[in-house]
């Protein structure tokens, strides 16, 4: 009797070794994800990335949620969020007024906030991850003003510009830096500037409304890929899709994407407007284990201009 107790303590021993040996569970961290929609090409590629980058890391859950381009349902979904107390939140807000205060009760609860691509109004993140707008938008009227100078043999024309959400950075930023290059030569007119959300089909709406009304036009340049092919879509309908050139933002990859468009002749050229996942999840991962680590408040990422000279390239890649 004697040797099997002895016998069990030196197995329970040698358990308890083994277990010493593993060392601590490693920490589980949970991340949430407040997407403004998932219907745009552009943020459900988002998605995929991100679901892709943070499946690497098993020490991560991630969860995604769709605010479907509704300020109410987001800010409830953030404060959701909040209340499961995540060990960082990533937000690409849809409005930038509507979500600064509840992220700032992010922020107040001690949870580390990385604001994706879209601003907010006040600083209420940790860091702010994004490309440059501004500069889409001049890099845009540049090559507008280039196109109709070969056209015409001066900077002149007729531009429609169909516009993404109001009131939201990408749209106003894009917007005012085309408009700044234009306002350098009176004789490039914007004629029609309708408002399509962002979504191709509005777009085709918008854009036949306005070839009903307008009987020249030089330039479409759409606030993304998807309303500038909308815009085309709704001219070949008509018949005049070679009346004009269509001019995109977003660039995204695949056969759907911007860079083929501009392959396949569609779009004259469109700009790589970063998904800007791969910086935020590598921000993420550095807040998550290591405490010291103090990020930039904010991190930019630069745009490309895709046009038939470097499309394939940048497809291939």
Known sequence: MVHKCAG???VAAAALAIAGCSGPAKKQFFVAFSQANNAEPYRAAQNELMTQLFARQPDVKLVISDAQQDNSRQVAQVETFIR???DLLIVAPNERAALTAVMGQAMDAKIPVICLERDILQPNYTSYVHS????IG???????????QKKYGAPRGNVV???GLLGVEGEINRDKGAREVFAKYPDIKIIADPVADWIQAKAKDRMTEVLRAQPKID???????PMAVGAYLAARELGRDKEMLFVGVDGLGGEAGGIKKVMDGVLAATFVYPLCVDKAVDV?????????FRPEKEYRIIPTLVTSANAAELYGK
């Open 132 to 135: 440059d707008n501004l500069t």
């Open 84 to 86: 499961q107390k995540p």
């Open 284 to 292: 993420a991962l550095h807040i998550l284990r290591d405490s010291s």
């Open 8 to 10: 069990a303590a030196l």
């Open 219 to 225: 330039v479409v340049y759409g606030h993304n890929d």
């Open 138 to 148: 001049h890099m845009a009227g540049e090559f507008i003003v280039e196109q109709l």
């Open 161 to 163: 510009a169909i516009r």
